[in-house]
């Protein structure tokens, strides 16, 4: 409360500041304005003075210059006219001089010295131009006044130019202020050269002489300027400067008398201020006074609040005080309410209720802590429900809910009460067991959780079976709550692969495999940006002629350090992380292109066939991306084949028949890869748009000595042949194996024993040796 009144009189002072200073300066402002023009009227008048005095001056000594005693040259004559202008004696001087710059008679007060006087630049000028010389100023050299030398020509009786000259103090005057002018104003001339002052008002800081090295010695621009005086006052001055004499007219006036009117109205505003201030802090130290303890105690109890969660503010004080502090006690109420909910929230998963991953982190830290005393074995268990996807596909999101809802009830049941089991995102849990003596408890424990998915779940009137796998990791040593859930999942992925629905335990090889994966990713990443992937080609032959008929396009690594990486090592990561789409396309793209030089170069009109992963047939844009890089290439669709998988129909049946339909438009020839090792059926084989069937390698391989193998064969090539379809055997090794397939009747054969995959470069040169073919099946 008093630092709320100590802000409020500091701002009210602050604002008053303000606005006393915006004031004060706009009078000072106006007031020294007013000045500055004053000071410039009176300036110019003066400047306008000094104008037309030269012209009085030479008009006066023009008529003089006339007179006959003066036109004569003869001293006797010239004296009685200059005589008959004593009065100028006392504010100047006389001379005339002949032709020849002899003085011929003057007039001077007795206390000149009796001299001639020299002649000057002026006398040359005079009888160059015959026109007067008015207004050069300077020191007199006869009476060391400053003074303005006027001269005219005399015209002489032989013709020649003789000069009048008068020299006139102009110091010997006192410069009269305008009527209206403060009395405090000075005046100050100075000649052109800003070297003398000619002449100043009566209470000027200077006199007329020399002038003397100070601020009088630069010209005063910008409007009215301020200066100390040399008398040590301070002045506001004005310039202006005649035009016609040249003169610098200097008025000025000093500050305290330019501004005290703006001074008293400063000092009413301070006063007034100060009786504002005292008013302020008047009412401040009253309300200080009247709110004071309340607020004090209010903000004890504020204080206390954050220690003591029984702490209550006292109702008490004016009724805004007392309200405040009753709105205080229900917040402290409500917040220490909210901070037990929060606290929850923020350690339990708000579906299922059971702890979260920080919850779990704490627990961990304190188990394997316990573990290093007692030397029981501490283990984590994580849980991922397997294909729990299709729930939520099949029967929504809020239905999946139910189930994990349910599912973590049956854990909990199944969980001793010294275990921790926490919800670890989406449908993976995790449980955290310790005090076990032996791996076989830690195993115990793992079947548990695999039990309670045996029964069905029931939802919406339908049973609902689930599965689950589970790895399980447990601490042998240094290990942290971070390194044993990731080696539980890491095991947790094992139990997947090996058979779902069971468990796994974690042991190094698993991390080091995960390890290698990353790895892998992440020079495959590299390789691909890289562009250090490669296609092979291996042939495909003919059973019955023998002849090279197509390719298909197989993807090689070309590794900085490990050489050439068959596909087995990296392109299930590629599967896995979807490098698979942009290598896919590549791989497309390149083969498309080879076609089209063989056809181009070496005139080989070969087909190249394309293996399709499950992600590339899924992608709805796949016959755009296809037909697109088809046309790009310039080759032929009917020279493309793709293959794909059976494992694909397990996607989605219509749309890959519908994609494939697509694809199949446009030429491009589609081929069965590996079939008989996968989910196809008849049914599957009437309905897809199919060119091609090609028999896996391990139908292939026991042909030499196995009659079911042939006989599965057979049925294969008869099945294909009824259909419409060419037959391709894959993986044929030995002569034998090529003699039974010639036998049975099946249209093409590739392997090592006819060809091995190779570059373009290198295998160019055999396909040219073999001559150009023509295309009539899916090859």
């Keep these: 409360m008093a630092a709320y009144l100590v802000a409020t009189f500091t701002v009210s002072v602050a604002t008053l500041a303000i606005f ?17 023009a004053e000071l410039l009227a009176a300036a110019q008048s003066d400047a306008d003075l000094a104008d037309g005095t030269t012209p009085e001056i030479i008009e006066v000594l023009d008529g003089i ?20 202008l004593s009065v100028i004696a006392e504010q100047g001087h006389l001379h005339l001089l002949d032709p020849d710059g002899v003085e011929v008679c003057s007039l001077r007060a007795p206390s000149l010295p009796d001299q001639a006087l020299g002649r000057g630049a002026w006398f040359d000028e005079v009888q160059t131009s015959g026109s007067p010389v008015a207004g050069e100023t300077g020191i007199d050299p006869l009476s060391g006044k400053p003074g303005m030398t006027v001269a005219l020509p005399v015209a002489t009786p032989d013709g020649r130019v003789a000069v009048l000259v008068g020299i006139l103090y102009t110091g010997s005057q006192t410069i009269e202020l305008p009527p209206g002018a403060s009395p405090e104003m000075v005046m100050i001339e100075l000649d052109p050269g800003r070297k003398i002052v000619l002449a100043t008002s009566a209470g000027a800081p200077v006199k007329p002489g020399p002038v003397p090295r100070s601020w009088l010695s630069e010209p005063l621009s910008g409007g009215a300027r301020t200066v100390e005086d040399v008398d040590g006052v301070t002045r506001i001055y004005r310039e202006v400067t005649a035009a016609e004499a040249g003169w610098h007219v200097l008025a000025g006036m000093p500050r305290g008398v330019a501004l005290r009117a703006a001074n008293a109205e400063l000092r009413r505003s301070l006063l007034l201020a100060l009786a504002v201030t005292l008013v302020v802090a008047g009412l401040g130290v009253l309300l200080y006074r009247r709110l004071a303890r309340p607020v004090r105690r209010l903000r004890a109890a504020i204080e206390a609040a954050s220690r003591d969660v029984a702490s209550r503010a006292p109702v008490e004080g004016p009724a805004e005080i007392a309200a405040v502090a009753e709105a205080f006690n229900l917040t402290i109420a409500e917040r220490r309410q909210l901070e037990i909910q929060l606290t929850h929230q923020a350690l339990h998963d708000p579906l299922t209720g059971l702890p979260n991953r920080a919850l779990l982190a704490d627990r961990m830290k304190l188990a394997l802590a316990r573990q290093e005393r007692s030397g029981r074995l501490v283990a984590v268990a994580f849980m991922d429900l397997d294909r729990f996807k299709l729930v939520n596909d099949s029967y929504g999101h809020p239905a999946g809910d139910q189930l994990l809802v349910a599912l973590a009830r049956r854990l909990e049941a199944a969980a001793r009460s010294t275990d921790t089991l926490c919800r670890f995102g989406g449908d993976e849990f995790v449980l955290l067991s310790e005090e076990h003596r032996s791996e076989d408890d830690v195993a115990t424990v793992a079947q548990r959780l695999i039990d309670c998915l045996a029964d069905p779940f029931s939802l919406g009137g339908q049973d609902i079976y689930l599965s689950g796998s589970v790895g399980v990791a447990i601490g042998r040593g240094p290990e942290t709550p971070d390194e044993l859930v990731r080696n539980a999942d890491v095991a947790m992925y094992q139990a997947k692969e090996l058979q779902r629905g069971g468990f796994a335990f974690y042991d190094e090889p698993l991390r080091t495999g995960a390890i290698s994966r990353l790895e892998t990713e992440r020079e495959l990443r590299r390789a691909v940006h890289d562009h250090e992937l490669r296609v092979h080609y291996q042939p495909k032959h003919s059973v019955a002629t023998g ?38 396309e590549w791989v497309l793209s390149e083969a498309c292109r080879q076609a089209r030089e063989w056809r181009d170069r070496h005139g080989l009109v070969l087909s190249v066939a394309v293996n399709l992963s499950a992600r590339q047939v899924c992608r709805p844009d796949l016959p755009g991306i296809v037909a697109r890089i088809v046309e790009d290439s310039g080759v032929d669709p009917t020279q493309v084949c793709l293959e794909i998988t059976e494992g694909i129909l397990l996607v989605d049946t219509a749309a890959v028949v519908h994609q494939l339909a697509e694809i199949r438009a446009t030429g491009v020839r589609i081929s069965i890869d590996d079939f008989g090792t996968g989910y196809s059926s008849l049914a599957y084989l009437r309905t897809l748009p199919i060119d091609e069937l090609k028999i896996d390698r391990s139908f292939i391989s026991p042909l030499d000595e196995d009659a079911p ?13 009824a259909l419409g379809l060419a037959v391709v055997a894959e993986g044929v090794e030995t002569e034998e194996q090529l003699d039974t397939l010639r036998r049975l009747g099946c249209d093409l054969a590739q392997g090592f024993y006819l060809a091995r995959p190779q570059a373009a470069q290198a295998l160019t040169p055999m396909l040219v040796e073999r001559g150009p073919v023509a295309v009539g099946t899916c090859v």
């Design 65 to 84: 210059a006339t007179q006959p005693g003066i036109v004569s040259m003869d001293p006797d004559q010239c004296e009685p006219v200059l005589s008959g």
């Design 547 to 584: 002849a090279v008929v197509g390719v298909e396009a197989l993807v090689r690594w070309q590794h900085p350090t490990r050489g050439l990486v068959g596909p087995g090592d990296f392109i299930p990561v590629a599967e896995e992380t979807g490098l698979i789409l942009p290598i896919g």
């Design 20 to 36: 006393m200073g915006m004031t004060t300066a706009s009078s000072f402002q106006r007031e020294k304005g007013r000045v500055s």
């Design 709 to 721: 193998a042939a006989a599965i064969v057979a049925s294969v090539v008869t099945l294909g042949h």
